[in-house]
């Protein structure tokens, strides 16, 4: 590392965690899924969470924290929108893997009175209605950690097929440890280890999020497709760059 690069990454805390995300992805990126969480959960004890869906997958990266620390942070946002069965199967996760530690987290009433007064922001703008309801909590929840673990995996959609192991955010780190793995890898985990599997998933529905914004999927069909069908809309925006000090959401 030259002089210069040396001295920029000394001034800019953003740079630096954006190599700090490729120094590790280089050296962790080939790993196994547990040895990428006992890693990150090394390196960031303490200031490091898990963020969960409960979706139709998630019980397979939660079942490995649970086996390699039950008390880490496992934070679930909960946008008042989800399916009932979401959050009964939430409690039904959370107690069969012994996880001790689940935060759920809510929209802040003033956001949702100013927004989204008739809780119908989602049919008008279902972008502002992700941002009320899970982008800003998340950020809320988020902050004070310095990495964050996502169940994101490469085979979901496009925007994801090339994601890494390790990869900057705002400062922040996030960690996918499942990057790699397919949907074929999720469902023998899950059977090897007798996992409980959403309700939902076999009522037609491989891709959960909010009740609104979720549909079931016919045969042939991509398994995000019942998600906010007939939109121009593929992701939640929690991937995205989360609000930073002086955006929209700052002080939470």
């Known amino acids: 590392m030259g002089r210069n690069e040396a001295t920029l990454l000394a001034l800019d805390p953003v740079e630096a965690v954006a190599a700090e995300a490729r120094a590790l992805d280089a050296q962790y990126g080939g790993a196994g899924a547990t040895d990428i969480l006992k890693a990150a959960l090394d390196l960031y004890d303490g200031r490091i969470a898990l963020v969960s869906s409960f979706g139709a997958d998630s019980v397979t990266l939660l079942h490995l924290l649970s086996e390699v620390d039950r008390n880490v942070p496992v934070i679930f946002v909960d946008t008042k929108k989800h399916f009932g069965e979401t959050l009964r199967y939430r409690d039904e996760v959370a107690r069969r893997l012994g996880l001790t530690n689940i935060r759920s987290v809510t929209p802040e009433a003033e956001d949702v009175l100013a927004a989204d007064a008739d809780g119908a922001l989602w049919l008008r703008d279902n972008d502002r209605c992700c941002h009320i309801r899970k982008v800003l909590p998340l950020a809320r929840a988020l902050k004070g950690y310095d990495a964050w673990i996502s169940g994101r995996k490469r085979f ?41 599997r959403h309700p939902l998933v076999a009522q037609g529905y491989p891709s ?16 995000r497709a019942g998600r906010w069908r007939g939109k121009d809309k593929t992701e939640c925006g929690i991937h995205f760059a989360l609000p930073g000090e002086n955006e929209d959401g700052a002080g939470i």
Do not use: Y
């Open 208 to 223: 959960i999020g909010c009740m609104p914004c979720t549909d079931k999927v016919a045969d042939g069909e991509d398994p």
């Open 156 to 196: 979901q959609s496009a925007e994801r097929s090339d994601i890494p192991v390790f990869e900057p955010e705002d400062g922040r780190i996030k960690v996918n440890p499942l990057a790699s793995w397919t949907a074929q890898d999720i469902i023998a985990h899950m059977q090897e280890h007798d996992l409980p």
